[in-house]
């Protein structure tokens, strides 16, 4: 494998790997014997539903189970969030454009475009993570911002973090409001019990650990 990222278990009891740079997704069954992939390691892209055969990835960052059972794919390059149907054998994606900024808040996921810089060594998003409800929470690396995709509605809006973070700046304790941390380079998050953990780079030697409490609503 070309970077392996991460592994999820699935409902089946079967595990799923993804290859960053290698542009695939495995699944293997208990033994470790591949039974599945998806992608052929070209750099790809389907804004529609694609079937398992034809589906291509860029730069896969993240994977993860969702409550629904299904897998849910952080295709970074491709600046996207991608959903691996498991019952419809299709590979659906679910928010972003295939464009680099920082625009869609308040609208359909679809539309929305996440962070970019080509000089850095993890260009787009890089974490992804899943509340209890399928609400979908992506770590937008290059806009030091955390993004949320509403499951009911399908839109997204920024829950954490500001354009303006600032390296080299550590965050108060005491600071309340989401919306004023300082989220320079976020890393990988994980979300559990109501609580989303938010580790960031403040600088090569430094870091700070943001714990976003869930409200009865975002």
């Not at 079967?14 to 591949?34: A, H, M, Q, T, Y």
């Not at 580790?199 to 714990?211: C, I, K, N």
Request: hydrophobic share 35%; glycine share 12%.
């Amino acid at each position: 494998m070309k970077d392996a990222g991460n592994c999820v278990v699935d409902n089946e009891g079967l595990v799923w790997v993804n290859e960053v740079k290698g542009c695939k997704i495995w699944r293997f069954d208990s033994l470790g014997k591949p039974v599945l992939t998806l992608g052929d390691g070209s750099m790809g892209f389907q804004s529609r539903a694609a079937d398992f055969g034809e589906a291509r990835f860029s730069w896969i960052y993240d994977i993860r189970r969702g409550p629904d059972g299904n897998i849910y794919v952080l295709d970074s390059r491709n600046f996207a969030v991608r959903l691996i149907d498991l019952k419809r054998r299709v590979v659906n994606t679910i928010a972003g454009n295939r464009k680099a900024g920082y625009e869609g808040d308040g609208g359909d996921a679809l539309n929305a475009t996440f962070g970019g810089n080509p000089a850095a060594r993890f260009d787009g998003p890089i974490s992804l993570s899943l509340d209890e409800e399928g609400n979908i929470l992506v770590g937008d690396r290059q806009n030091h911002v955390v993004r949320m995709i509403h499951k009911k509605s399908g839109t997204i809006g920024t829950i954490a973090g500001n354009y303006n973070s600032v390296k080299g700046i550590s965050n108060d304790p005491e600071e309340k409001d989401p919306l004023k941390l300082n989220l320079p380079e976020i890393s990988s998050m994980d979300y559990y019990n109501g609580q989303l953990f938010v580790p960031t780079d403040l600088s090569p030697e430094t870091g700070d650990l943001a714990v976003l409490r869930k409200a009865s609503t975002y």
